[in-house]
């Protein structure tokens, strides 16, 4: 567990220390933006644990990557695409990575470096309240992911080109981003939905439609899912539905809804929180499948790494009068989320795709 408080405790201290040393200390905390140095210190630190990680003990998928990649420097590159047919750009990356230097050690470092470069720095460009951002991450399924699918791991990243396309509203690069991060994993297919989603028209006056359709959705996710069963991958198709009690999650994406929605003015905002809001609307939706399929969730983790952005963006414009009950709400949230992060750790022990506890190589 000391890694993880090593973790959260030391950019959180500096985070503190510059607040404490700004002459108004009062406003600062008022600001729309505070300096996001204590992301870039977690991405580093977190970057050293991902890549100093036991390449066995730590993600339970790793045994059967490491597999994979041991057979990779016997083939030449030709064959790679003929074994392997689906996802070659991963299997195309481990073998270059093989023949730089045949030791997995090597494929695990460099992912960590590619994921914490790219998640580190779309999270210090676009948060607009690094605690709460960091917070989020490590609270969320995206963050044990790293430690296990180096696959979807990497497939993730083009999430963040790709909602940038989305922004500018170019289509046609959008949709190569994404066949490109199919063809690091298959369920980054499910991306195709963050254009359209984005550029909903959804307003407060849609809100009680907005929570008609995810008490619909939950309502029958047996029956949805089972009825897109079929358009998935094979591997999440063959699987049954089981009960997995996966409500927490569920439970603060519809509460963090209905806040985006009552609390908040959208007048005020422009077309980024809008789209923000949307993404957070159709990861709620997704999320209600959680509880009958343990690997659903998986479809969710594209915008979930998105999420960590939201509601610091979406919390700069609350409506008339509640101004300081969404600056109190602020903290209320990063202390809360504090709490829950380390009870929650502390009673699960050994879960979590393995990422807990964390494991060095040299252990």
């Known amino acids: 567990m000391l ?14 220390v510059e607040t404490m040393l700004q002459p108004n200390q009062k406003r600062l905390l008022q600001k729309k933006q505070l300096s996001n140095k204590s992301i870039l210190v977690f991405f580093v630190i977190w970057c050293l644990m991902l890549s100093l990680r036991h390449s ?11 597999y994979y990649f041991s057979i990779m420097s016997e083939l030449n590159f030709s064959a790679v695409f003929s074994i392997f047919p689906t996802e070659k750009l991963y299997f195309a990356f481990n073998w270059l990575i093989s023949h730089i230097y045949p030791d997995f050690r090597l494929l695990l470092i460099a992912t960590s470096l590619l994921c914490t470069a790219v998640v580190g720095w779309f ?3 676009e948060s607009r ?3 709460m951002t960091i917070l989020f991450f490590i609270t969320n399924a995206c ?3 790293f430690y296990s699918g180096l696959r979807q791991s990497l497939a993730m990243l083009f999430v963040i080109p790709a909602y940038y396309m989305t922004k500018q ?21 499910v991306m195709l939905l963050l254009y359209p989603i984005f550029h909903t028209p959804l307003r407060s006056k849609q809100f009680f439609f907005v929570m008609l359709l995810v008490a619909f959705f939950f309502i029958f996710k047996s029956q949805i899912f089972t009825a897109v069963v079929p358009f998935l991958n094979e ?26 929605f009552l609390v908040l003015d959208d007048s005020k905002m422009d077309t980024e929180c809008l789209g923000l809001r949307n993404v957070l609307v159709i990861m709620t939706l997704i999320q209600g499948f959680a509880p009958i399929h343990a690997t659903a969730m998986r479809m969710n983790y594209y915008f979930i790494l998105i999420f960590p952005i939201i509601i610091p963006k979406l919390m700069n414009h609350p409506k008339v009068g509640y101004e300081n009950f969404v600056q109190l709400s602020k903290w209320f949230i990063v ?11 502390v009673s699960s022990g050994n879960s979590s795709l393995g990422a807990y506890p964390y494991v060095a190589y040299w252990e």
């Open 169 to 189: 509203k170019r289509l046609v690069p959008f949709i190569l981003i994404v066949l490109l991060a199919k063809f690091f994993h298959n369920s980054a297919i």
């Open 235 to 260: 591997k999440y198709s063959s699987a049954g539905l089981t009960e997995t009690n996966g409500y927490t999650v569920w439970i603060m994406f519809v509460l963090l809804l209905v806040y985006s």
């Open 3 to 16: 890694p993880y408080c090593v973790l959260v405790i030391i950019p959180f201290f500096i985070e503190a």
């Open 129 to 131: 309240f690094a605690p």
């Open 56 to 66: 066995t003990k730590c993600g339970v998928d790793l045994i059967s990557y490491q």
């Open 143 to 145: 963050f044990v992911m």
């Open 335 to 345: 202390i809360f989320l504090t709490i829950f992060y380390f009870i929650s750790r």
């Open 123 to 125: 999270y210090y460009k």
